[in-house]
């Protein structure tokens, strides 16, 4: 059997019992929403509405510019206030589009076929794209992309990512036991588009009721796919972790999925193909995981793009005195909020609202060589080296040892005993690395 | 940058002195993920390899008794003093945290003879922190083993009282044992098993109860708190050279379970050799240390002049360490092999 696991990897506190077993719950629409014109990797979208203009829920407001790159639509049917720079949560300024919502959806939806089943891989293709379907288990890569094989890479295995291998998060186990049936109908409908012979659905064993739902569910609609579960452990759900551990196929080094002849997408991702191909509807709606020890009421929210987050913060209960940390992400990759009226955009699976541990302010002590990060890292690399080798500033030796193929999974830090900011020197080293690369190149 | 200077609003609507929304007064704390970590220390870890060394420092303590309580303390109080003093020089924290100076100290009694003199204890634990450690940089620096080091420097400075044994329970009165290497290779006489596994034979402080010491290192073990891969593969390594050896003519050569027990093989393969600092990060790496060590501790002892040879194996071994660090580099992830 393939059950097997990747190696290394660590096992941080599941922490999911707060939301794990609360049904997805909606929200008031919210008055206002601002609609981030890049909310995925590759080009920006360009607006094509104006101050002013009146929008329905799903139209277009931002075309994508280039083939990387996928189109933004409104959450909320209302009028456009405003298209400025807003600051994301990584503090970068974005072009965004604010619209002020006045009154319940009136929807715009695509042009879908009349049945899928019978539609061209290029049609679905053309659906996925103008739906602004994005990966939505936080890398937000187009979708469109990524379904569209080269000729000379063909694939022959889909992978259905339901691990969920971050602590807290639990909006994929959720929306994996209340949507199977249309996760199931987008993971066909991506089969198809990627004339894929097998399908395996990845979850790990700390969900054993989603198992059995999708397990049932499988069986019910005759679908060829096989249920995997995995060995709880991190980055489980990492894709190069995932096609290992079910297909014991290794992605080569600066190399993708598509190079061993395999796509991998999360339950989101095959959830929102559903709504696009089957329902006509883009992807304007995602399910969040608000979270944490300082949230009064957590819970998994259904929310639209776009919605700020402190008015989901208040329909949580809003934040406890304690609160002095908040995550968007999970613990082990999530980024550090400033701000919280930033918007939630179409990538952001979850928020931990917590205290800040203090203990990680301390100073970090020396390396002792216990090489407790080397035996975690997922990628095999000598965290230890690549860190010191970016704080003395030897970039190109940390070239050689292979730094730019680091996942940033933050297995290192977390076994640490020194507490050292391995990975955070490493992440100095690659960009710098990178930079360097460019201007050799240019 | 982007072209559009018109600010969104959302933010400054605000109170411009209060810019992020919060409960009051609580501010938001920023960090680079991840954002939780594994409750371990480096505390935690020397701590755990002190626990470890318990065993074997209580068999001392029952058998050579008040010697191997003097011993142990004199050799402890004056690392951390050391220690101490050098940081202060250095102008660092004086508040030892981690308890390396401890386990020098302990690790360098262990290798001493019971009736090793005490002044000569502290210039050997001087000796093994300062030059040993501190003149490196301090903890994470050093190159090779600290208790090895002080303990090298006494062999080289006080032959004698370093290899002057006696047996347990007796009184000194001057009457000097062998430890059981030194009567095989020198008379050819053996010990039996029973007497290395518990440890009533002569040898320093820490080479006489096996069982303690393994005890102790397995537990190491089961914390993954010393690599498993090095004592296994010296001890795997002294295995096979000495019951090749030992097949050949087991009239010259000793069998291989006395090897094993006997000197300070145990001591050094759990606890010397599996020294964080001093040995390879690599997990290939450290596979040749063990081995490495393996081998020369057989030669020593087979074709040696001195009886015992870990010591000298496992200070060999941390001078090459850099080397195979080098040149034992793991397969990323997805790497074409070369």
């Known amino acids: ?442 | 940058m982007e072209p559009t200077p018109e600010k969104m609003t959302n933010q400054s609507k605000k109170d411009p002195k209060e810019a992020f929304w919060k409960p009051e007064g609580i501010p938001l704390v920023l960090a680079s993920s991840p954002h939780v970590t594994k409750n371990t220390s480096v505390v935690k870890i020397m701590w755990s390899v002190i626990l470890a060394l318990l065993p074997a420092s209580v068999m001392a303590v029952i058998y050579f008794g008040r010697s191997a309580v003097f011993l142990i303390v004199v050799c402890v109080i004056s690392s951390l003093i050391t220690e101490v003093i050098i940081r202060f020089i250095k102008g660092q924290s004086l508040i030892i945290k981690d308890g390396s100076a401890i386990i020098t100290g302990l690790l360098l009694a262990l290798t001493l003879p019971p009736t090793f003199p005490l002044s000569s204890a502290v210039i050997g634990s001087v000796f093994a922190i300062a030059i040993g450690k501190q003149v490196f940089g301090g903890l994470g620096y050093n190159i090779f083993n600290p208790a090895l080091i002080g303990r090298a420097f006494l062999q080289a400075s006080f032959p004698v009282p370093m290899t002057t044994w006696v047996l347990p329970f007796v009184k000194f009165d001057g009457i000097s044992a062998a430890t059981p290497l030194g009567l095989f290779k020198f008379e050819k006489i053996s010990t039996d098993l029973l007497s290395l596994l518990t440890g009533n034979i002569g040898g320093t402080l820490g080479e006489t109860c096996a069982l303690a010491i393994i005890g102790g290192g397995l537990f190491l073990l089961i914390l993954h708190h010393a690599d498993w891969r090095i004592p296994l593969s010296c001890l795997a390594t002294v295995l096979i050279i000495s019951t090749g050896f030992w097949l050949v003519n087991d009239r010259e050569f000793a069998n291989p379970l006395f090897h094993l027990l006997s000197g300070g093989l145990l001591l050094g393969a759990f606890f010397m050799a599996t020294d964080m600092v001093t040995s390879p990060i690599t997990p290939k790496g450290t596979w040749i240390f063990g081995m490495g060590a393996g081998v020369l501790i057989m030669v020593i002892r087979l074709f040696g002049g001195l009886a015992e040879g870990v010591m000298y194996s496992i200070l060999l071994m941390n001078a090459v360490t850099p080397l195979i660090n080098r040149y034992t580099k793991p397969q990323i992830f997805g790497e074409k092999p070369k």
Not at chain 1, 283 to 310: C, F, Q, W, Y
Request: aromatic share 6%; with cysteine; net charge positive.
């Open chain 1, 1 to 442: 059997m393939r059950h097997q696991s990747f190696r290394h990897g660590v096992h941080p506190k599941e922490e999911k019992s707060y939301t794990q077993s609360k049904s997805i719950e909606s929200i008031p629409l919210p008055d206002e929403v601002f609609i981030p014109l890049q909310q995925h990797i590759g080009r920006a979208c360009t607006a094509i509405v104006n101050k002013k203009d009146e929008v329905k829920t799903g139209q277009v407001i931002g075309k994508a510019s280039g083939f990387i790159s996928s189109p933004v639509h409104s959450s909320v049917t209302g009028i456009v206030k405003e298209i400025g720079l807003n600051m994301n949560h990584l503090g970068v300024r974005i072009p965004t589009v604010r619209i002020q919502r006045t009154g319940d959806d009136d929807w715009q939806y695509l042009t879908i076929p009349d049945n899928w089943q019978l539609a061209s891989s290029e049609e679905l293709n053309r659906v996925v794209f103008e739906a602004g379907i994005v990966g939505m288990g936080g890398a937000a890569f187009p979708s469109h992309v990524k379904l569209s094989p080269l000729l000379e890479k063909p694939v022959d295995s889909f992978i259905l990512n339901g691990c969920e291998c971050e602590p807290y998060l639990t909006c994929d186990h959720r929306i994996m036991l209340e949507q199977t049936d249309k996760i199931l109908t987008g993971m066909a409908i991506i089969m198809k588009m990627l004339a894929a012979k097998q399908g395996f659905i990845g979850i790990e064993k700390n969900k054993p009721d989603a198992i059995k739902k999708m397990r049932e569910q499988v069986k019910a609609g005759d679908y060829p796919f096989k249920v995997v579960p995995l060995k709880v452990k991190y980055p489980q759900g990492a894709e190069k972790m995932l096609i290992k551990a079910i297909l014991n196929r290794k992605v080569p080094t600066g190399g993708l999925p598509g190079d061993v002849g395999v796509i991998v997408h999360n339950v989101g991702t095959a959830l929102a193909v559903t709504e696009a191909v089957v329902e006509g509807k883009p992807l304007i709606k995602r399910v969040v995981s608000m979270t944490g020890d300082a949230l009064h009421s957590p819970k998994n929210v259904e929310i639209r793009i776009g919605s700020p987050l402190n008015y989901i913060i208040k329909h949580c209960g809003g934040l406890k005195e304690e609160a002095t940390s908040i995550i968007l992400g999970g613990p082990m990759m999530g980024v550090s909020l400033f701000d919280l009226s930033i918007p939630i955009v179409k990538a952001s699976s979850g928020v931990l609202c917590t205290r800040h541990p203090q203990k990680s302010s301390q100073e970090p002590g020396p390396c002792i060589r216990c090489n407790s990060c080397v035996s975690a890292c997922p990628m095999f690399l000598l965290p230890n080296r690549l860190a010191r080798f970016s704080e003395k500033e030897f970039y190109e030796e940390s070239d050689r040892f292979g730094i730019l193929n680091c996942i940033e999974c933050g297995c290192c830090v977390y076994v640490c005993p020194s507490k050292i900011p391995l990975l955070q020197w490493i992440r100095v080293g690659k960009f710098i690395v990178n930079e360097n690369k460019k201007l050799a190149a240019s």
